[in-house]
């Protein structure tokens, strides 16, 4: 054993690189002695023979090069079933699970046996052309015909991967001491030259070092994570049991996992996505292994739909759901959360949310929705309605008689598919294996859920109600157990402190810069608390422990807030300014102990001129109280006194003037006319400056609840809520422009070179042409039908990002300024709009506006005159009612959630008018029409004696659009 570690170690010293020079007679005659020795052992059960087969892997199999050096005689023998799969994989696996194998060994150890197994080599020294050699393999791994070598092996590989993610232990110590023997054997020239090599590589392991680490797993085990190998082995593992799949997810999980913590051991950062001179994006990203699995996985038409169908027969989650059902939304094989279902399910799951986080990355609403890959639509739903109920019982497990009926059912299997589903855990029942499960589950699922629910958004394809029926069925069971013991169920106000003190959404202390984390990936801090340690959902959501669900809430509110219905995350945002004005007593005014008032006096003639001086440089101090002076274009200051109108009227009239084509700060898309910053405002002098006023402003009137007359773009909304606008956002921007790309996309491959396209955007800035290069060097970078995929998704990025990037940021500046994004984050981009901008016009509530309205100088609510407009009012049409409403507070859109939250109250002021005492009887009944005061919410109404009268008045004022003054 100790002449063939030497001859192993002095022929293979350059590694598993230069190994090929390890072809000697002397090395093939020691191999040709220690493999006679391990097949007579082969059924030797006893010490001292088991002990030769430890030391035949801890001393031969973690040699560098060993595979290479091996002549094939040689390979042949160690690939036989009696050696390979009853000695060397089982003793491999163990040797890692007891700590005897781990560090840099174990990988060595796992090249051996990846080269070994699948026939292929490793790749050259800083070498990424993969192709040739996965051609030069096609055939060689014959082992995984058996699918028990096809088992014993993907449990070599998760245990020697798992243990090579831990600094060396045993076996540095047992390998370092087999060294020191045979450098005591060698000649003082040798041994000298030796022991520095021995040395070094104490050093490194010792140190925990995984510099050369990272090499030997992407150049040695790079076939590991080959398309080709992955298929294989699925086809194996699954032609004797449809449970092999477990094994395989396992298998998968472990290269995921450990290789991305192999490398941050390293001290190496994962490679930057780049190109070659070809354009070829997986120049740099398919060296890592993770990645490459990640993407065999998520990219390959059938993988995904298999682990479905699995977890649908195993689980009992549903293969497909119909759009036409409306119950039976809240899955209930999911109800217990992660921790309520079986690990192997849990281990397959996992796998499966990270790879369709993978896929949905590139996905498009075509694929979805017209070619709908990689699942019909029916499917999607079904996947959806999992997941969405999944995240919610993360947080609210449910511990419901469905949920036990349904445990009971799965222990009522056949016992032959117990059977098989034992051996299949038996293979991956390691707790390391199983928590890499959980990992994915808990980080994925959301991410999965929320790229899903951004699709919905854009194009629907699920029920109104799946996304808020965990909720509804949570609420009305809590309701109906908890009607004397309200303690345990979280409300408005403890939501809301553990919001803002950070066991949720947290306020200006959140990773606002960090957008893929803020918005497409919210999940990756979906259990942070504010100390920034991971909080587990068990602990959160304790059994019976008053006040603990309001922790629950608040974590469900951030990695998955649809799954909340908008009126009770209205209500939350609200109550959340309401607590910071009390925190900053911005709601208090200087004599009652609040901070000084900002004083403003402007000339309407220059408003946001005079406003941007005024205001421009208040920072936080913003969010105190507002005293306008308004100066006519006479010069003269109008009179009135400001108790909130003025201050609405200012921010109206900043933000219309603002937004208006001749400042050139906005745009507006094609078509349905969104407002969006407009690229070129950065060559405007003061452009971004007065952009980041812009946004100021707008948050002022978010902090306020004062609702502006705009809307914006949603991809833009994406962008101020941190994340980060794709492909599919491009058609809100440019149609055209995204058909053309789609177009690219499904173009035949022969003919996309014959389209003439580079690399690089045009775009015209004031009469000249600019050209902006997607890539360095993309202007001669021509697009082929390898790297379209990537041109596709680099010019929407550029043009939705890159080119918006100045002029957004500067807005997004100013808005965060006031209201942090990650407090905008529960919203959709549709939602956003609404917050600003109020309800859908879906008609005016008239009952509503009555309950909450205001009277003055002399109205009252039993006031003739009242009781004739509300009826007069009532039969007003839908339109004629929102003509009114604009008519009164500027906007034709009621607030949200009901007048009740309208900033300043709606009020109907008196105005007294002279009337014939016969106006009753057909006299001439009051002439004046009505006006309105809209910076104070108020209709001045006269006195009328007719229901006719007053009802032809106010249609003339309203349709004129008449009567506007400021009282």
């Known amino acids: 054993m100790e002449s063939l570690q030497q001859q192993c170690q002095g022929a293979g010293s350059g590694g598993i690189f230069n190994a090929a020079a390890a ?201 590991l994570a080959s398309q080709q190998h992955l298929l294989q082995l699925m086809k194996v593992l699954t032609s004797h049991s449809q449970d092999g799949i477990v094994v395989w997810a396992g298998y998968c999980v472990h290269l995921l996992q450990d290789c991305h913590r192999i490398t941050q051991l390293s001290g190496k950062k994962e490679p930057n996505a780049a190109t070659d001179s070809k354009g070829n994006r997986n120049s740099i990203d398919s060296s890592s292994l993770s990645k490459s699995v990640l993407n065999v996985i998520a990219f390959h038409p059938g993988l995904l739909p298999a682990m479905w169908r699995w977890l649908a027969l195993t689980a009992g989650l549903p293969l497909e759901a119909p759009l036409q059902a409306s119950r039976g939304l809240d899955i209930a094989a999911v109800a217990g959360g992660p921790e309520g279902m079986q690990p192997h399910v849990v281990l397959v799951l996992g796998l499966f949310c990270r790879s369709l986080a993978q896929l949905l990355l590139v996905l498009d609403d075509a694929d979805l929705h017209t070619h709908q890959t990689p699942f019909s639509l029916g499917t999607s739903r079904a996947v959806v309605s999992t997941l969405n109920s999944l995240v919610f019982h993360t947080w609210f497990p449910d511990a419901s008689q469905a949920l036990k009926q349904h445990q009971q059912r799965q222990q009522q299997l056949p016992q032959q598919r117990m059977q098989q589903q034992q051996q299949a855990l038996a293979i991956t029942q390691a707790a390391t294996t199983a928590a890499y499960g959980m990992e994915l589950v808990r980080q994925h699922a959301p991410v999965v859920l929320r790229g899903y629910y951004e699709r919905d ?38 939501v809301v402190q553990a919001l803002l003190v950070g066991v949720g959404l947290g306020s200006e202390d959140s990773d606002g810069d960090n957008p893929a984390t ?12 504010s100390s920034g340690s991971p909080v587990s959902p068990a602990t959160v959501v304790g059994a019976g422990v008053p006040g603990l669900r309001t922790g629950a809430l608040a974590s469900l509110l951030r990695c998955a807030p649809q799954a ?89 009239q900043i933000v219309a003037a603002g937004t208006q084509p001749e400042y050139g700060l906005f745009t507006t898309t094609q078509g349905s006319g969104l407002l969006y910053p407009n690229p070129a405002a950065e060559a405007i002098p003061q452009g971004l ?103 596709v998704h680099l010019l929407a990025d550029w043009h939705l990002n890159a080119r918006l990037g100045r002029a957004a940021a500067a807005f997004a500046g100013g808005l965060s300024g006031v209201l942090p994004p990650s407090w905008l984050h529960p919203f959709s981009p549709e939602e956003l709009n609404e917050l600003m901008s109020g309800g859908q016009d879906e008609g005016l509530d008239i009952d509503d506006m009555a309950r909450y309205v205001q009277y003055s100088n002399g109205y009252s609510e039993s006031s003739s005159t009242i009781k004739m407009f509300w009826t007069v009012v009532s039969g007003f049409t839908a339109e004629q009612r929102r003509l009114l409403l604009r008519f009164i507070t500027s906007t034709s859109r009621a607030p949200l959630g009901g007048f009740k939250h309208l900033q300043p109250p709606l009020t109907v002021h008196k105005v007294d008018c002279g009337s014939s005492p016969l106006a009753l009887l057909g006299g001439k009944d009051v002439d004046r029409l009505p006006s309105a005061s809209t910076c104070y919410n108020m209709l001045k109404l006269p006195n009328y004696k007719r229901a006719a009268t007053m009802r032809q008045k106010l249609l003339y004022a309203i349709g004129a659009g008449a009567g506007f003054e400021l009282s």
């Open 23 to 223: 072809r000697t007679a002397g090395l093939q005659r020691v191999f040709d002695v220690a493999i006679t020795a391990l097949e007579v052992f082969c059924c030797a059960k006893q010490q001292p023979w088991q002990g030769f087969t430890d030391q035949f892997v801890l001393v031969v199999m973690t040699t560098p090069g060993l595979a290479v050096a091996a002549a094939g005689p040689i390979k042949a023998r160690l690939l036989d079933p009696a050696v390979l799969r009853l000695q060397l994989l089982p003793v491999s696996t163990r040797l890692a699970s007891q700590g005897q194998l781990s560090g840099l060994a174990a990988l060595h150890c796992l090249a051996n046996l990846a080269q070994l197994v699948t026939g292929c080599s490793p790749l050259p020294n800083k070498s990424n052309d993969r192709q040739p050699q996965l051609q030069a393999a096609t055939g060689a791994s014959q082992p995984f015909s058996d699918p028990q070598t096809a088992w014993a092996f993907c449990g070599a590989v998760m245990h020697l991967l798992a243990a090579a993610s831990k600094p060396a232990s045993k076996s540095f110590v047992f390998i370092k001491q087999h060294k020191q023997r045979l450098h005591n054997g060698r000649n003082a020239a040798n041994g000298s030259q030796y022991e520095g090599e021995v040395a070094s590589n104490d050093i490194s392991q010792a140190n925990g070092s995984r510099a050369s680490a990272t090499e030997v797993l992407q150049q040695g085990c790079w076939m």
């Open 457 to 494: 958004a854009r194009q629907r394809f699920c029920q109104p109600n799946l996304w808020t029926e965990p909720y509804s069925n949570l609420m009305a069971s809590l309701n109906a157990q908890h009607k004397q013991e309200r303690s345990t169920v979280a409300t408005t106000a403890a």
């Open 518 to 529: 803020s918005i497409t990936s919210p999940a990756l801090r979906a259990g942070a608390s």
């Open 564 to 652: 909340v219905p908008f009126c009770a995350r209205l209500e939350l945002f609200r109550q959340m300014l309401q607590q910071d004005k009390a925190r900053g007593r911005w709601n208090l005014s200087p004599v009652e102990g609040g901070p000084p008032s900002l004083k403003l006096t402007v000339r309407r003639d220059v408003l946001l001129e005079d406003a941007y001086r005024g205001l421009g440089g208040a920072g936080h101090n913003i969010k105190a109280r507002l005293q306008v002076t308004f100066v006519n274009a006479q010069g003269l200051a109008e009179a009135g006194i400001d108790q909130g109108g003025l201050m609405k009227e200012l921010l109206e």
């Open 689 to 791: 400056a007065l952009l980041k006023f812009l946004g100021m402003m707008v948050g002022k009137a978010l902090y306020e609840g004062i609702l502006l007359n705009l809307s914006f773009a949603p991809f833009f909304l994406l962008s101020l809520q941190g994340g980060r606008p794709g492909l599919d956002d491009l058609a809100g921007l440019d149609s055209t422009l995204h058909t053309s790309l789609l177009a690219v996309k499904a173009c035949p491959a022969a003919d996309v070179e014959h389209l003439g396209l580079t690399f690089a955007a045009e775009q015209q800035l004031f009469g000249k042409t600019v050209e902006s290069e997607l890539l360095p060097g993309g202007s001669s970078l021509p697009v082929t039908a390898d790297n379209r995929l990537l041109y």
